[in-house]
């Protein structure tokens, strides 16, 4: 009669190496990301009175935490903030020779995409008013 140790050995042994295996593969995992629906984005265009496109705008983006987002409008004036937090913020736009454009409080909630066109007024305009 063979004797019961070993078999209960071997098989404390496999469970322990499945668990080591488990472990060691649960620890490789990215920790999950932010749903694409839990964020927002804000994007528009920036022109002239005229909607003559301002292809040297600026665009800044700031949280109501004071985190800044910038970025520069593409050649048809076009900017674009993606992968939002849901929050208040505030998007300033501006460029050379154009007085600045502030959107202030811009409450976004998650899976919004809010559109904030910005149609800049020359700077002499802003100092006649």
């Known amino acids: 009669m ?3 140790a070993p078999c209960i050995f071997s098989r404390v042994i496999g469970v322990f190496a499945l668990v080591v295996l488990g472990l060691s593969l649960s620890a490789g995992q990215e920790p999950p990301k ?3 629906s839990d964020l927002g984005a804000i994007n ?3 022109t002239d009175q005229t ?3 301002i292809a040297d705008a600026r665009v800044t ?3 109501a935490a004071g985190e800044k987002l910038e970025t520069q409008v593409n050649d048809k004036g076009v900017y674009s903030f993606t992968g939002l937090k849901p929050g208040v913020y505030t998007l300033t736009v501006s460029a050379p ?3 600045a454009k502030t959107f202030d409080s811009i409450t976004l909630a998650a899976g919004l995409e809010l559109a904030l066109d910005a149609a800049l007024k020359p700077a002499r305009a802003k100092a006649a008013e």
């Open 2 to 4: 063979t004797s019961p």
């Open 51 to 53: 909607q003559a496109v």
């Open 44 to 46: 528009g265009t920036a």
């Open 61 to 63: 983006l700031t949280s």
């Open 97 to 99: 020779n154009f007085a």
């Open 34 to 36: 932010t749903a694409a």
